[in-house]
Structures are given as structure tokens and as C-alpha cells.
């Protein structure tokens, strides 16, 4: 399974923004719908955005839609989340996933997931 990279995370202010990328080294990204979900403390790892394999499409979960946006560069093997006016409550480890062929983007979110990230640490306080 390729291996996915993920870069950006640390602490942040409330209010502020953060950058989190996701490369995977060696290995196309062109095929696949890519996924950032996210783990907060005690709570259960869920799917916040998912973009479809041209970028021509994104899904947003309600607590993160109008503050994050999800991108890709394909040339590059990168996928991106951009996190604004972030919140205490969106402390958590961020993962990013690359979505199975048979994932469909109207149910990103349930996967299924070919290959996780190590995830990376966000937390957000003054």
C-alpha cells in the first residue's frame, strides 16, 4: 500500500488558519478520490472532506463547511486541506485517506479506504 505523508499540523489560535498536506511519495494520485478525516479527543474518527479524482467536486461535513477547503494538485501527488477560523473543537489528529476505486463521493465519507495517512496532530488554543 503506498505509503501518504502528511505535513502542516501544530498549534494554532482560535480564530486563525492552517495549511495540512498530504503527498504520497512514488505513487499517482490521479485515480482516486482523496479524504482528510479527523480524530478528536475521545471521540470517534470522522470524514470531514473529500475531493473527487479531476477536483472538479467536494464534499464538506456541516461542521467544517465555509471554514476548510479540500484541493489537489496531481502533478505534484499532493492533497491539501485549508483550515480557516479554526475553533478549539477542531482540535484533533488529522488523517488523510486515499479512497478505494469503488468509493463513491456521494458516501465519501464511509469510505471504503484504500490507504491511511500516520495522521498529524492540530490543536487549537490560546
Known amino acids: 500500500q503506498p505509503q501518504l505523508v502528511e505535513s502542516g499540523g501544530g498549534l494554532v489560535q482560535p480564530g486563525g488558519s492552517m495549511r495540512l498536506s498530504c503527498a504520497t511519495p512514488g505513487f499517482t494520485l490521479d485515480d482516486y478520490i482523496m479524504s482528510w478525516f479527523r480524530q478528536g479527543p475521545g471521540k470517534e474518527r470522522e470524514g470531514i472532506a473529500c475531493?473527487?479524482?479531476?477536483?472538479?467536486?467536494?464534499n464538506y461535513a456541516d461542521s467544517v463547511k465555509g471554514r476548510f477547503t479540500i484541493s489537489r494538485d496531481n502533478a505534484k501527488g499532493t492533497a491539501y486541506l485549508q483550515m480557516n477560523n479554526l475553533r478549539p473543537a477542531d482540535t484533533a489528529g488529522f488523517y488523510c485517506?486515499?479512497?478505494?476505486?469503488?468509493?463513491?463521493?456521494?458516501?465519501?465519507?464511509?469510505?471504503?479506504?484504500?490507504?491511511w495517512g500516520r495522521g498529524i496532530q492540530v490543536t487549537v488554543s490560546s
Open positions: 485517506a486515499r479512497l478505494s476505486r469503488e468509493a463513491r463521493m456521494d458516501r465519501c465519507f464511509e469510505g471504503p479506504v484504500g490507504s
Open positions: 475531493i473527487n479524482s479531476g477536483g472538479s467536486s467536494t
